[in-house]
T-cell receptor, first 116, second 114 residues
Framework: AQSVAQPEDQVNVAEGNPLTVKCTYS??????LFWYVQYPNRGLQFLLK??????LVKGSYGFEAEFNKSQTSFHLKKPSALVSDSALYFC??????????????FGKGTKLSVIP | EAQVTQNPRYLITVTGKKLTVTCSQNMNHEYMSWYRQDPGLGLRQIYYSMNVEVTDKGDVPEGYKVSRKEKRNFPLILESPSPNQTSLYFC?????????????FGPGTRLTVT
């Protein structure tokens, strides 16, 4: 069975500093990995995904993520944090679940707080 | 505007009173899904649908029902709600279940069962 771990419930970073939100995964086949962001009182918004190819994936709002197969990680990064980046971030992995269907498994989420 | 809509956004009800949360998407997506979000547990899938008249259980289907009679709509039905179903519910859709598309989420429905 697939799983996703986000080891930090909360990450605090000062505005202008680089940020990293960690994610590790466990799947039996090739991983298809996603990051979503949830702002207060809103639904989840897609940030970026890794399917294949370059290990560094660039996404929305200046975010990027680095896929590391040997460490089974897919950490979300941004070179310079903004106060408006404060939100809840979810890592997710998609895996084939049989009979032509796919399931998306989410991590528990990491709350990012960017301090002015 | 391409979007997933849910109604109602907020609902307070009593134990045992049947309710339906509607979900509709205007993107002609084949795949639709329901999740619940609880603190410390992330998002857990309740049911999903690969296409019209095709539905299947997710990780936490107990106490819920769904139907997919039209491509755009995927209502979530709680026949006899209980307090442990108090949660934040999200509907999502994506173009094709077998492809590597991201999912589009609705704004959420906050349900309280007393």
């Amino acid at each position: 069975a697939q799983s996703v771990a986000q080891p930090e419930d909360q990450v605090n970073v000062a505005e202008g500093n680089p940020l990293t939100v960690k994610c590790t995964y466990s799947v039996s086949g090739n991983p298809y990995l996603f990051w979503y962001v949830q702002y207060p009182n809103r639904g989840l918004q897609f940030l970026l995904k890794y399917i294949t190819g370059d290990n560094l994936v660039k996404g929305s709002y200046g975010f990027e993520a680095e896929f590391n197969k040997s460490q089974t990680s897919f950490h979300l990064k941004k070179p310079s944090a903004l106060v408006s980046d404060s939100a809840l971030y979810f890592c997710a992995v998609r895996e084939y679940s049989g009979a032509g269907s796919y399931q998306l498994t989410f991590g528990k989420g990491t709350k990012l707080s960017v301090i002015p | 505007e391409a979007q997933v809509t849910q109604n109602p956004r907020y609902l307070i009800t009593v134990t045992g009173k049947k309710l339906t949360v509607t979900c509709s998407q205007n993107m002609n997506h084949e795949y639709m899904s329901w999740y619940r979000q609880d603190p410390g547990l992330g998002l857990r899938q309740i049911y999903y649908s690969m296409n019209v008249e095709v539905t299947d259980k997710g990780d936490v289907p107990e106490g819920y029902k769904v139907s997919r009679k039209e491509k755009r709509n995927f209502p979530l039905i709680l026949e006899s709600p209980s307090p442990n179903q108090t949660s934040l519910y999200f509907c999502a859709s994506s173009p094709t279940p077998g492809q590597t598309y991201e999912q589009y989420f609705g704004p959420g429905t906050r349900l309280t069962v007393t």
